[in-house]
């Protein structure tokens, strides 16, 4: 555990965090989480969107905000985040999904565990719909543990540590959040924070609450046990 620093340290510090998003044909979600975040008085130029070649109005909706923009041809989560890093210019990388909120003061806790030695971390996951099974699997991301830690919880890492183990696995298609936490406690004390952050329910309710889950169990379960990822997509497009 660490001792929470003032908050007028964190504000003081606040220009140490690029915020990382890749985005892919997220037209209907990116205006909205972009006024949530500048509502927070994070400067726009501290947010990076890395756009996978979205087919729908993402960009223009993205342009309408004071951001800074990259455009790729490929849609890949890894190689899409490992761009925006490349051009981050912070201490911290803070990387989040498009359909995901932070909690309204996730920067005073990045800041606070960033200056008291702890280099990487995420938060606890919450979905905006409430089902009785989604509610019981993110009672579990509480866990410090890999089994338990999913791309929606976000991902905060200093970007000394992120250099150092250079950066997203790019061979990864599936579970590349996964794969970086476990290189990251390598070099980082990582911390799961005690607030939470809220995750679109979306994918779950167009393929079913359960369906879907059992379907990423038995992908995870499948990575666990070695099988590549070529494997593990066919497995996941014949599920879909």
Same mark, same amino acid.
């Given at each position: 555990?660490?001792?929470?620093?003032?908050?007028?340290?964190?504000? =003081?510090?606040?220009?140490?965090?690029? &915020? /990382? $998003?890749?985005?892919?044909?997220?037209? %209907?979600?990116?205006? *909205?989480?972009?006024?949530?975040?500048?509502? =927070?008085?994070?400067?726009?130029?501290? &947010? /990076? $969107?890395?756009?996978?070649?979205?087919? %729908?109005?993402?960009? *223009?909706?993205?342009?309408?905000?004071?951001?800074?923009?990259?455009?790729?041809?490929?849609?890949?989560?890894?190689?899409?985040?490992?761009?925006?890093?490349?051009?981050?210019?912070?201490?911290?990388?803070?990387?989040?999904?498009?359909?995901?909120?932070?909690?309204?003061?996730?920067?005073?806790?990045?800041?606070?565990?960033?200056?008291?030695?702890i280099e990487s971390g995420c938060f606890r996951l919450k979905f905006d719909f409430n089902h009785w099974f989604l509610n019981v699997n993110a009672w579990f991301t509480r866990f410090n543990l890999n089994r338990f830690r999913f791309g929606d919880q976000s991902l905060f890492v200093s970007k000394k540590v992120f250099d150092r183990i250079k950066g997203f696995n790019e061979n990864m298609i599936l579970l590349e959040d996964q794969e970086i936490i476990k290189r990251i406690r390598r070099h980082s004390k990582f911390i799961v924070f005690k607030s939470h952050v809220t995750t679109s329910a979306r994918k779950y309710l167009k393929f079913g609450v359960f369906r879907l889950q059992c379907m990423f169990y038995y992908i995870y379960t499948l990575y666990a046990l070695g099988f590549s990822q070529q494997s593990l997509v066919k497995q996941y497009r014949k599920l879909k």
């Open positions: 555990m660490y001792n929470r620093c003032s908050s007028t340290k964190a504000k =003081l510090t606040v220009n140490k965090i690029n &915020i /990382i $998003i890749p985005v892919y044909n997220e037209a %209907d979600n990116i205006g *909205e989480l972009l006024n949530y975040l500048l509502a =927070l008085n994070i400067p726009a130029k501290d &947010i /990076i $969107i890395i756009d996978g070649g979205s087919r %729908d109005d993402t960009m *223009e909706v993205a342009k309408k905000f004071d951001v800074q923009l990259i455009e790729s041809d490929q849609k890949s989560r890894a190689k899409q985040m490992n761009a925006g890093a490349k051009i981050a210019t912070q201490n911290i990388l803070y990387f989040l999904h498009a359909d995901t909120y932070p909690p309204k003061d996730f920067l005073k806790f990045i800041l606070d565990a960033y200056n008291n030695g």
